[in-house]
T-cell receptor
Framework: DGGITQSPKYLFRKEGQNVTLSCEQN?????MYWYRQDPGQGLRLIYY???????QKGDIAEGYSVSREKKESFPLTVTSAQKNPTAFYLC????????????FGPGTRLTVT | AQTVTQSQPEMSVQEAETVTLSCTYD???????LFWYKQPPSRQMILVIR??????QNATENRFSVNFQKAAKSFSLKISDSQLGDAAMYFC???????????FGAGTRLTVKP
């Protein structure tokens, strides 16, 4: 089946550690996105990538980093510089940027203590 | 900056009845897209319906329809014949046509009573 996978579903880390969240898609989509969701709030864009080896900052990129070495993969690293990393993280993709709707993965719940 | 406002944090509806979720947005653009996404307890975001701003006709997908009022910058979602499976968080979202920056509202939690 085509889709977007995120692993793991739940992730626990100690404060001060970097952690990488996985996002893979087999939809042959060009564009990929990372969002953060906090309770009582909508989704906020962290980073997005339109093509391989290119990515752009979203509204809340500070403390995060990404790479796009392959079309299928767009991993997100939550660094120790992110002050409030505990959140639900959603990855999405779209055929291309602009008008197309985004399709979402199942999300990863990150808890940092 | 574009903002999306959902003024109803929670709504409830009786099974088989109709409910309308509200959404307003602020933009100076004329060419954009609007979306309603559903997030059930599994937290998987699912696209419910989309509307292109240049289309006057309101989008419809089975039991889901929208009332798009461009001048008023309003984009409400109507769910007819509500089912228990419709219970979820619903998010309204806006995106400019040539832009990747999708803006989401804070969401409305819909409860369906049997």
């Amino acid at each position: 089946d085509g889709g977007i996978t995120q692993s793991p579903k739940y992730l626990f880390r100690k404060e001060g550690q970097n952690v990488t969240l996985s996002c893979e898609q087999n939809l042959n989509h060009d564009a990929m996105y990372w969002y953060r969701q906090d309770p009582g709030q909508g989704l906020r864009l962290i980073y997005y990538s339109q093509i391989v080896n290119d990515f752009q900052k979203g509204d809340i990129a500070e403390g995060y980093s990404v790479s796009r070495e392959k079309k299928e993969s767009f991993p997100l690293t939550v660094t120790s510089a992110q002050k409030n990393p505990t959140a639900f993280y959603l990855c999405a993709s779209s055929i291309r940027t602009g008008q197309d709707e985004q399709y979402f993965g199942p999300g990863t719940r990150l808890t940092v203590t | 900056a574009q903002t999306v406002t959902q003024s109803q944090p929670e709504m409830s509806v009786q099974e088989a009845e109709t409910v309308t979720l509200s959404c307003t947005y602020d933009t100076s653009e004329s060419d954009y897209y609007l979306f309603w996404y559903k997030q059930p307890p599994s937290r998987q975001m699912i696209l419910v319906i989309r509307q292109e701003a240049y289309k006057q006709q309101n989008a419809t997908e089975n039991r889901f329809s929208v009332n798009f009022q461009k001048a008023a910058k309003s984009f409400s979602l109507k769910i007819s014949d509500s089912q228990l499976g419709d219970a979820a968080m619903y998010f309204c979202a806006y995106r400019r046509r040539r832009n990747n920056d999708m803006r989401f509202g804070a969401g409305t939690r819909l409860t369906v009573k049997p």
